[in-house]
């Protein structure tokens, strides 16, 4: 586990930009974080990390958005589904090709979904400082064993 305190959300996206660089095809990355925490904007650094050109936005009533970049990210928002069932139908298998990574906004509330590999990144406030959070990156499973020392690097650095 690796933490930080970022001053801003340019700082947010710098820390995302800097993750982007050790993704893989096929990881997940699931965000939690209170409403305006800033998980799209830690989404919007990593897609920027990741080459996508495209505005990266919140797909709150979209569901899912699919971007092209170095890795094709799809960026899902599970905040208004009901049910694990309702999160299956959401198809995020069928989006996620083999040069896919899969963020995951509200993704606490669907973490058992997600048993195997995969990167949990928690937003959180940060008292008297509107602009400040603290931003708690978890790498969890064999895929991101020879990646946890750099990471643990980059938000090292990040401080």
């Given at each position: 586990m690796s933490t930080v305190e970022?001053?801003?959300p340019a700082a947010t996206d710098r820390l995302a930009r800097r993750v982007a660089d050790l993704l893989e095809p096929g990881d997940v990355v699931l965000l939690a974080?209170?409403?305006?925490?800033?998980?799209?904007?830690?989404?919007?650094?990593?897609g920027a990390g990741l080459g996508v050109t495209e505005p990266v936005v919140s797909p709150t009533f979209t569901l899912a958005r699919v971007y092209a970049g170095r890795l094709d990210l799809v960026h899902a928002d599970v905040y208004r589904l009901d049910s694990r069932a309702e999160l299956a139908d959401l198809g995020l298998e069928e989006l996620a090709g083999p040069d896919t990574v899969v963020?995951?906004?509200?993704?606490?509330?669907?973490r058992d979904a997600f048993a195997g590999d995969r990167l949990e990144v928690t937003l959180a406030f940060v008292p008297d400082r509107p602009d400040a959070r603290?931003?708690?990156l978890v790498a969890l499973g064999?895929?991101?064993a020879p990646r946890r020392a750099r990471l643990d690097a980059l938000v090292a650095a990040a401080a």
């Open positions: 970022v001053a801003s974080g209170d409403l305006g925490a800033g998980k799209t904007t830690f989404t919007r650094g990593l963020v995951v906004e509200w993704g606490d509330v669907v603290v931003i708690t064999d895929a991101w």
